[in-house]
């Protein structure tokens, strides 16, 4: 009897101890951020000024008021004729930060202000066609935003905007973890990617994927990194491994340059 309970207060005891090494290693684990990316779509040239007045002056300076350190505002490197594309990327310390933002915002009276053209934009003078809006959750491998280390002038950089849909909820899984267990991360990190984010979509048009953006100091620097990523001996055995076959069903390339005033 005595051993019996001698066993049961030793199992017990391990697992108290299971149970706090757990808690410690998820009190350790880095919170991860939630990202914003809202796409407007536009047409003219003056609703493209009225929306970079309002962006510049009026939406990036409140956020930065709110406690958002940077934001990233990119156009496309080459622009459609009948749909225009500005994409502003919001990085959030948690979703309830992102959630709160838009009454942080109607509650600054110098964004109100500042913003009032857009804001109280009649409905026959629109500045802008449509705003698409995605909803991202941070890797675990990369919880938070970086900004790239590049030499050349904006208007010369190249950001890659990258999403990967997968053919189900499970596979994206599985693409996601590719990401982070299986290290593909640190490989883009090795080669010198210059990422500013890696994230999972929690609520877009297009899912399951996740998304993220690499940055270069010019197409031609862009092509040879990714020449260098696809002989590397790393990526090589990893995309060859059984458990991330067919985790990918589509990808959407965008070429992307920042405004002068973007914060990335």
């Known amino acids: 009897m005595k051993f019996q309970s001698f066993r049961f207060a030793l199992c017990s005891c391990l697992s108290v101890l299971s ?6 290693a998820f009190a350790k684990s880095p919170t991860r951020n939630y990202y914003q990316i809202k796409i407007y779509h536009y047409k003219t040239q003056l609703q493209e000024e009225k929306i970079e007045h309002y962006l510049q002056n009026a939406l ?39 959630s709160a933002n838009e009454r942080e915002l109607q509650a600054d009276a110098k964004f109100l202000a500042d913003g009032s053209d857009y804001i109280n934009a009649d409905y026959k003078d629109i500045p802008y066609t449509r705003i698409e809006t995605i909803v991202l959750e ?16 904006k208007n010369e950089r190249v ?28 490989i ?11 994230a999972e979509v929690i609520a877009g048009s297009h899912m399951p994927n996740l998304m993220y953006m690499t940055t270069f100091n010019s197409k031609e620097d862009r092509d040879e990194h990714w020449d260098a990523f696809n002989n590397d001996p790393l990526w090589k055995a990893l995309v060859k491994k059984a458990e991330y076959q067919h985790n990918v069903s589509h990808a959407d390339i965008i070429f992307l340059r920042p405004a002068t005033y973007s914060d990335f």
């Open 60 to 98: 990036m300076p409140a956020l930065h008021r709110a406690g958002v350190k940077a934001v990233g505002v990119f156009k496309p490197v080459t622009q459609q004729d009948t749909s225009r594309l500005i994409y502003v990327f919001t990085p959030f310390t948690s979703l309830e930060k992102l």
């Open 19 to 24: 149970l706090f090494a757990s808690a410690a």
């Open 138 to 153: 941070a890797f675990p491998g990369m919880p938070g935003t970086a900004v790239p280390q590049l030499t050349a002038s």
């Open 159 to 186: 950001y890659e905007l990258r999403s990967y849909e997968s053919p189900t909820e499970k596979y994206n899984v599985n693409k996601v973890k590719m990401f982070n267990n299986g290290d593909e991360i640190s």
């Open 188 to 198: 883009f990190k090795n080669l010198g990617f210059n990422a500013v984010f890696y």
